[in-house]
């Protein structure tokens, strides 16, 4: 017998314990669900984690009304097999009341706009814990992170005043009003995300795999076309065989060409991929070199 | 595939992050989007050759000052291992970024300037990694280019390191001669260096052995919580321990014993997630369910009976004080967390500060402050259930919190039950 973990079942492992420890010591914690692999995968680590509990936290999904119909399904599909509760913080509805601005122009995106409603929401229902499933190979804002992520009362994240974290012992205490968002998938790898969804059999919307659809080029990306894109000159829509390596907002999340229709065929794609996921598929970091950190200070996850 | 931990040392100039930029690089572990973005800065800056430093330093403070100024966790792989390495800055609050990224790494990478030799930040280093317990300890002696790559060099630096080393307490050191710029020796050997008979960098990494760091005999499981569907009627009699392995191996039908309680029962079944395992060993996270129903909850351990960690109050460490703001004086309370236990702490006596450049204690000192290493009685207001830290540096390590701010203040590292009680 050999007293060996595969780096999969090690970082099952660590998540699993970060998950638990969340649960044990802050009352009110929430689960950002958005239905993307690594939320996906996040979710399923929590109901190993508790298992045969039910989940003892709800999720919530930042709902930018710019959504991917194949996601929108499977969040709710995941939320009702598991009988959880969802909690939506809608863009709409704080575009609707004059909370937030739309952009404007065939870039407009409502990215940003997420923030402040993802803030009222963990404001009003109180929540001190407020799991996300970013990964610190994403970006190089995000490998700075901590774990557990202190926020001070207006949602922001000061990169230069982080908390110390030492072995295993996170420290979750903080005053009314803060809260700590947390990151289990920190020590993860799009490839690990990939693997492990492989040998859990973890569901997935139907867009991470190949499919036909109508896209057009723009600074170098395959855009999904949709009612809420507009058109530059010199744009052109045209049906192709592509996939999605992240899910976002319509409006800035770009695709690649793909004809991987299997979690293993996916593996080897990315594997041979010489391009990042968010490289290849986000037209929201390409705003400035520091657009992540920008938005993380915001309060964005 | 293995996952190994490292952490860096070493100065901005001894070339970290080149070094770093190079282990990524050449096991195409950069993408070209990652590398158009550092050409693409490095050209506006004005900068004579892609720095790969950049990449590294993701923060736009960090790029403005061109400083690292927090531990970073980087990733790659290759077919024998998954890698995490704790970034850690050198000359900015150095000891504190170092016990951070020291405090869960299998190995320690400290890099030399062959042109300087060992300095007093490499004993400085060695010394953290030393008294954090990192296993093995690598001193690359970087910018072989610069001394012609001269044997004599590296047999001089090896034969001090190897001198200063004697007074720690270092189990696992290799040496390797390389040029980081150049690229000898840190993936492919470098024919400059025909002398040089040892692995490369890389092969180092993905062959030291890390499986036998983990302690297999002494059974600790400290309890994080109650795992009991409420109405689920499928489950009715479902309850069960969750927690993560710190020690020892499980197996249902062991005996086991409960602290603090002292009540032993057996392992009725050992799970994950309804997946019922046979054994359970570190560092896995599972459910334990045992034969009897007890009054069990978080911060409990369960362990072997007759093979207990310390139970006690009082308590005698090594403590690294992370605030900038306030000191550790006698007579500090403080919020402290060990494994999954949480309570309070006074510190009855600071008996020394060390000097981590000279190893020298001061036994005058009134106070530990930001970056410094001293030890300590601790009195807390719950036993603590522990082992000595040079045994199992998970149940024998703790943080400090401060609990008007609740800022993580302090690292300790448990010697044993203090005697001066």
Redesign the interface.
Known sequence: ???????L??????S??II??V???LDRPVLLFSGGKDSAVMLHLA????????LPFPLMHVDTGHNFPEVIQYRDERVAELGARLIVASVQEAIDAGKVTEEKGPRASRNRLQTQPLLEAIEKNGFNAVFGGAR??E??????ERVYSFRDEFGQWD??N????????Y?G???RGEHLRVFPL??W?E??IWQYIGRENVALPSIYYTHRREVFRRDGMLMAWSPFMSMMPGETVTTETVRFRTVGDMTCTACVPSTASTVEQVIAEVTA????ER??SRADDKFS??AM?DRKREGYF | MELLRFATAGSVDDGKSTLIGRLLYDTKSILEDQLAAVERTSHARGDEYVNLALLLDGLKAEREQGITIDVAYRYFSTAKRKFIIADTPGHLQYTRNMVTGASTADLALILVDARKGVLEQTRRHAFIASLLRVPHLVLCVNKMDLVDYDQGVFDRIREEFRQFSMKLDVSDLSFIPISALGGDNVVTRSEKMAWYQGPTLLHHLENVHIASDRDLIHLRFPVQGVIRPASAKKFHDYRAYSGQLLGGVMRPGDEVMVMPSGFTTRIKSLELAGKPLKEAFPPMSVNVSLEEELDISRGDMLCRPGNPPTASQDIDAMVCWLSDSTQLNSGSRLAIKHTTRMARAMVKNLHYRLDVNTLHRDEQSSGLKLNEVGRVTLRTTVPLFFDEYRRNRSTGSFILVDEGTNATVGAGMINGPAVDR
């Open positions: 017998m050999s007293y060996e973990l595969s780096h079942e090690a970082l099952e492992a660590e699993i314990f638990r420890e649960a044990a010591e109901v190993k984690a508790f298992w045969p509990a039910p610190r190979d970006e190089k804002a995000r490998a700075k990169p230069k982080q908390r110390p974290e030492l072995w295993a012992l420290n205490r903080h005053r920190s020590n790898t490839l690990d991929s010489r391009v990042t490289g290849a070199e520091t950190e």
